[in-house]
């Protein structure tokens, strides 16, 4: 081979690199434009809809108004059999009441028991089915409504009683129900129902608060003060356990002890039953001495 | 000096189309593993009521809003699941190095998809649910990465 050859064959490679290294950097400018492009409208897009969220704000939504409740509903939630009730024990409830060492709660003589809360509040709508259970072992319901969480919250529409209106007739126990607000909004706020008296809010100002519950979690609903003896603040169960049922379909799970839904609330409402049971001393003997409450029992919360 | 994308090319001897490691699959295999973890963990949170969520919670930011809300299942499936299984796939998908047409046509079209759902899973949270989600905003910018890097590698077309 010669040499001028060889030196048109160098040549020759040396302008296919330099054509080939051309192709290369135009394609990786194409790359460029195409994905920095796209990636630049992905952007675009997300910021325009946040803007276009901050411009017109938001607020809650009103859930399902509240109703009288069902008959079936209501005979349901007051009949959950003894033997359904001590099979679950405690079941899967979370937090026991937890014991306090204030004056002794009373209205009319006897022991009360005071519920705070509000219709919009998931959590709230999870407490009342327990507190239902538990109360309707001291006498009977009236005034129970139905209602659903706000549809925009946390565990969304749950279904759920309505305390508002709602009293206990028991020879043993006082229940007092301060629902303060409804799940109905009104001028961009959840309308109010209920007030709290200066005592009442007192005790919520006390027992509501650190050292009895995080500091995070000051003043929140639902608060349930057991006789000055014992204290709920916040839902005692995982509400998620609700979560897409109805207030119909609730209340049958409540005697099927395989039910998640009764090994939630009943076993709450046992801890309940529990903590009322010590400040009514006992009584009535036949709930107090049952073995799903004494079981209960063993699980109350210890003093601060 | 250029600068290169660090690229290890295996070329078939064949005439076929080579098989590729470089840089952006990296990218994106990472992005899809992330994804997979990430969407485990919302699986679980799911299935397990969200108890234990981390994440904070704040009058924008609440993930047990978002991951409980009526729009966190579609078709009675929920979203997790859902993500889960597209960064399943998606992962396999970017993992393979190879560039045969039908395979970056199959990329980029669930990279594509991909993006759409997130402009509604965008949408919903600021829209309907009222609250945005972390884990959920974490799983969207894995999302768009390899979005991203599947657009470098399958969407503009070699000439050389």
Known sequence: MSRSTSTRGRQAAQRAAAARERIA?????RRLFVVGGSVAVVVLIVAVLV???VATGSGPASGKKATSASAQVVQKVSTVPDAVLNTIGVGTAQTPPHKISGAPLRSG???????VGAEYCPYCAAERWAVAVALARFGTL??????TSSPTDVYPSTATLAFHGASLDSPVLAFTPRELQSNQVVNGNYAPLDTLTAAQQALVNKYDAPPYVPANSRGAIPFVDIGGQYMISGASYNPGVLQHKTQKQIAAALSDPSSPIARSVDGTAN????AICATTGGSPGN?????GVAAAKAHLGASS | MRRRDAVVTVRSQTSGPGVRVSAPWVIAVLAGVLGIAVSAYLTVEHYTNSTSFACPETAAINCLKVTTSRWSVIAGVPVAVLGLAYFVVMTALVAIPRRAAALRALRLLGAAAGMVMVFYLVYVELFRVDAICLWCTGVHVLTLIV???VLWRDGVGDRA
């Open chain 2, 147 to 149: 979005f991203a890097t």
């Open chain 1, 142 to 147: 009236h005034g129970v409504g139905e209602v």
């Open chain 1, 287 to 291: 709930v107090c001495s049952s073995s």
């Open chain 1, 271 to 274: 801890l309940i039953t529990a």
């Open chain 1, 109 to 115: 003589g006897k022991p009360e028991v005071l519920y």
């Open chain 1, 25 to 29: 950097a135009a394609q990786r400018r």
């Open chain 1, 51 to 53: 803007v276009v969220k």
